[in-house]
């Protein structure tokens, strides 16, 4: 193997153990979330008690790790270490208890937690019988976001067999929730390479396992977006930002021409998704423009054209299928 070939796999097997790290510490929370459940069931009548319960059992699995590690090394433990056990195990039942917020929301059997959840059932029904997704004003029974959501929904539950599944498709939010948070994983490590190229990669799994359950929590938080685990198209809408921006970090480090072409098509194919995804085009733009080095007017040029030219062609076959009704509606 070449070296160059080594430095280039170097940062993909490390981002590979990084996301596996964080995937093991978010599969550690899925039990405890249960866990908030049976004790909420068994005090269903008295739910002071169950926090009391949960909250006394939190304290307990708060301390045990740093115990069992300051056991274990005794002389040898290193407070970086123990410090970033504390934080690790914060994070985990934190995410615990935010798993469980969010199971209540996933397993309700009706399309009513929000104004969005009819609208966005409608259309995968609309799509499963073939009638049109956007029709006259006069009808008022179309969606004001355009179907990438929806779509990318129903054929995930019609892959698993769910396809009529309301909790299914809360579910399938819910995991591109998820996939948000690996997203921003990668975005956080690209920051870091670029930031301080010189720094050798820190190896700590407590810290790298930590980084998927925070930007979990980051990515649910219902004060930012309280609509990623219910029925909307918030939950891929941030999905594709968080890539988009990650797309952006890869430009800047390797100034590949592949990452331009994806760089390209990303708003276009965002706006089937949701209208205001397509500002990432502008700033694309403006970054190859100001901030690109060594410039190249041509290059933005093309990139311009090319990302705006394929936005409007998106949206120039929504009117040719859907005709004025889609431009009432989107």
């Given at each position: 193997?070449?070296?160059?070939?080594?430095?280039?796999r170097?940062?993909?097997?490390?981002?590979?153990?990084h996301?596996?790290?964080?995937?093991?510490a978010?599969?550690?929370?899925?039990?405890?979330a249960?866990?908030?459940?049976?004790?909420?069931?068994?005090?269903?009548?008295?739910p002071?008690?169950?926090?009391?319960?949960?909250?006394?059992?939190?304290?307990?699995?708060?301390?045990?790790?740093?115990?069992?590690?300051?056991?274990?090394?005794?002389?040898?433990?290193?407070?970086?270490?123990?410090?970033?056990?504390?934080?690790?195990?914060?994070?985990?039942?934190?995410?615990?208890?935010?798993l469980?917020?969010?199971?209540?929301h996933?397993?309700?059997?009706?399309?009513?937690?929000?104004?969005?959840?009819?609208d966005?059932?409608?259309?995968?029904?609309?799509?499963?019988?073939?009638?049109?997704?956007?029709?006259?004003?006069?009808?008022?029974?179309?969606?004001?976001y355009?179907?990438?959501?929806?779509?990318?929904?129903?054929?995930?539950?019609?892959?698993?067999?769910?396809?009529?599944?309301?909790?299914?498709?809360?579910?399938?939010?819910?995991?591109?929730?998820?996939?948000?948070?690996?997203?921003?994983?990668?975005?956080?490590?690209?920051?870091?390479?670029?930031?301080?190229?010189?720094?050798?990669?820190?190896?700590r799994p407590?810290?790298?396992a930590?980084?998927?359950?925070?930007?979990?929590?980051?990515?649910?938080?219902?004060?930012?977006?309280?609509?990623?685990?219910?029925?909307?198209?918030?939950?891929?809408?941030?999905?594709?930002?968080v890539v988009?921006?990650?797309?952006?970090?890869?430009?800047?480090?390797?100034?590949?021409?592949?990452?331009?072409?994806?760089m390209?098509?990303?708003?276009a194919?965002?706006?089937?998704?949701?209208?205001?995804?397509?500002?990432?085009?502008?700033?694309?733009?403006?970054?190859?423009?100001?901030?690109?080095?060594?410039?190249s007017?041509?290059?933005?040029?093309f990139?311009?054209?090319?990302?705006?030219?394929?936005?409007?062609?998106?949206?120039?076959?929504?009117?040719?299928?859907?005709?004025?009704?889609?431009?009432?509606?989107?």
């Amino acid at each position: 193997m070449s070296e160059a070939t080594a430095v280039s796999r170097a940062p993909a097997g490390g981002a590979l153990r990084h996301l596996g790290r964080g995937l093991l510490a978010f599969l550690a929370a899925v039990p405890l979330a249960y866990g908030i459940h049976l004790v909420n069931a068994a005090f269903s009548d008295r739910p002071e008690r169950a926090i009391m319960v949960v909250g006394a059992a939190f304290a307990l699995l708060l301390g045990c790790p740093l115990l069992v590690y300051l056991a274990a090394r005794r002389r040898e433990a290193v407070p970086e270490q123990a410090a970033q056990l504390v934080f690790l195990t914060v994070a985990v039942l934190l995410l615990a208890g935010d798993l469980y917020w969010i199971g209540g929301h996933v397993a309700f059997p009706a399309d009513i937690l929000i104004w969005s959840e009819s609208d966005f059932v409608n259309d995968i029904l609309k799509l499963r019988v073939g009638y049109p997704l956007y029709t006259p004003q006069v009808n008022n029974d179309s969606f004001v976001y355009l179907p990438g959501a929806q779509v990318l929904t129903g054929l995930i539950a019609s892959a698993v067999g769910k396809s009529g599944s309301i909790p299914v498709y809360r579910l399938v939010q819910v995991l591109f929730t998820v996939l948000t948070a690996m997203a921003a994983v990668l975005c956080g490590r690209t920051l870091m390479r670029l930031s301080a190229p010189e720094w050798p990669s820190p190896g700590r799994p407590l810290w790298e396992a930590a980084w998927l359950p925070v930007f979990f929590l980051l990515a649910t938080n219902p004060v930012t977006n309280p609509f990623v685990q219910d029925l909307h198209n918030d939950a891929l809408s941030q999905l594709i930002s968080v890539v988009a921006f990650w797309l952006l970090l890869t430009y800047i480090e390797g100034r590949q021409d592949r990452v331009l072409v994806a760089m390209a098509v990303l708003p276009a194919l965002g706006f089937l998704v949701k209208q205001s995804l397509v500002i990432w085009a502008i700033f694309y733009a403006g970054h190859l423009l100001v901030f690109d080095r060594p410039r190249s007017l041509k290059r933005v040029l093309f990139f311009t054209l090319a990302a705006f030219g394929l936005i409007g062609t998106v949206v120039g076959a929504c009117f040719l299928r859907w005709g004025h009704p889609f431009l009432y509606w989107a």
